[in-house]
């Protein structure tokens, strides 16, 4: 690898602000040869309180137009993206459905351009980066001849969105403890025996082990106490 490409990209592996991230990443892809380079999110589960991310340094007359048209829900690039990670050559063919959106992107010095998806199952994150550029159609050898640095590029900048999406509460989920098996649990709290749980609950003395031996597996711990901490944390007792 050139020095200046391994240099480039070790600058971004460390870089953890993701507008810092992004601008390393634009001066990497021109250096390849693309004078445009955009990265957005979004939420494949729909979460309301997702913070979306869009970068990038196209024109502002397509910006706008993007936007007011509210392109993003017929964006042929944007439809095959969300299904696939398998990167995407912009062509005709791929806006047949939309030529108008094919001409906008010539006009606005896009002509030639790819995509590349990142999918995240367990954010439901899903992003897109892209590179373009006015003059020179891409190849299907210059596509994955750069493919190894666009996925690094987008792995990362992937993971700095994933960093700023809030994070979920910790749901404690209540142990599927018997009634009997948190009564048993309740008097041990309250320092009673197995001996005196049985006088109180009128069972025998091994039942009142044996719940409380179940309580133990199903709680994950070693012993009777530890049965009862995991139980108070989980307010179950």
Known sequence: MEIWKESQLQLLSQTQDIHTAYR??????????????????????SRTDCCPVNLNNY??????????????????????????????????????ATPW????????????????????????????????????????????????????ISRHLHALAIGMQPKKPVRTQAPPLSRREIEVLKLSADGKTAYEIARILNLSERTVNFHVHRAIEKLGVNNKMAAVMAAVRAKVI
């Open 24 to 45: 390393i990443s634009l001066n990497f892809v021109r250096n390849l040869g693309y004078k445009f380079c955009a990265f957005s999110t979004i939420s494949a589960n």
């Open 101 to 152: 959106l094919w001409q906008l992107l010539q006009q606005q010095g896009l002509a030639h351009g790819w995509s590349q998806a990142i999918h995240d199952e367990e954010t439901g994150l899903r992003s897109i980066l892209s590179l373009a550029r006015s003059h020179c159609p891409i190849s299907a050898y210059e596509l994955y001849e750069n493919l190894g640095f666009s996925v690094f």
């Open 59 to 96: 024109p502002h007359n397509w910006n706008t137009q993007y936007e007011q048209s509210n392109a993003s829900e017929i964006d042929p690039v944007a439809a095959y993206c969300n299904h696939s990670m398998l990167p995407v050559l912009w062509s005709k063919e791929l806006f047949c």
